[in-house]
């Protein structure tokens, strides 16, 4: 684990910086509930309420979040895009999600359409955050094909349903 060099002040608690930092950190970077981190502080001994493990998630948390995404590695070039349907409080939802090579989430959008326009508005926001694809990877929906030319004209855009099975796994469980 990388302990942040400035954390904020601890005065005031109980336990030293190391026991908080690492409780934080297993919150956050496995993302664990505060029971699961309250069984991990008490298999090392540390007994500590899950109360007292949210409060210094709410404290400290941000803080680790914002080191724990600034030590991840960059995403990589070849992305792999596809959709599908959730019903949100009995409403048919569309679940747009972008996994890169490496099988790491991109990012995740939830529309009520599945058209060229909901296509356009997730892959913006992607090459909004990421920066354009080398490779975009689809299933055969037609919706895909001109958002991807307009928004990132120099990628390789390969259209095949047996090459997206990255994602497709991926979609796994939320399907369950």
């Not at 684990?1 to 190391?18: A, D, I, V």
């Not at 993302?31 to 090392?44: F, H, K, N, Q």
């Not at 409060?55 to 979040?65: D, E, K, L, S, Y």
């Not at 070849?78 to 099988?103: C, F, M, S, T, Y």
Request: aromatic share 8%.
């Amino acid at each position: 684990m990388k302990k942040p060099t400035t954390m904020p002040r601890l005065k005031g608690f109980r336990y030293p910086r190391e026991i908080i930092a690492y409780a934080v950190w297993a919150y956050h970077r496995f993302a664990l509930s505060a029971a699961d981190v309250e069984d991990l502080l008490a298999e090392r001994g540390v007994i500590v309420s899950r109360e007292t493990v949210r409060i210094w998630v709410n404290r400290f948390g941000q803080h680790f979040a914002d080191c724990i995404k600034r030590d991840r590695p960059a995403a990589a070039d070849k992305w792999h895009l596809d959709e599908v349907v959730i019903p949100v409080n009995g409403v048919k939802q569309w679940l747009w999600r972008a996994v890169d090579a490496n099988g790491d989430v991109l990012d995740i959008l939830v529309q009520r359409h599945r058209n060229a326009k909901a296509a356009r508005r997730f892959l913006q926001h992607l090459i909004d955050r990421f920066g354009q694809p080398r490779v975009a990877i689809t299933d055969k929906l037609r919706s895909y094909i001109k958002p991807i030319r307009d928004l990132a004209p120099n990628a390789d855009h390969r259209v095949h349903k047996g090459l997206n099975n990255r994602i497709e796994g991926s979609h796994r469980p939320t399907r369950k």
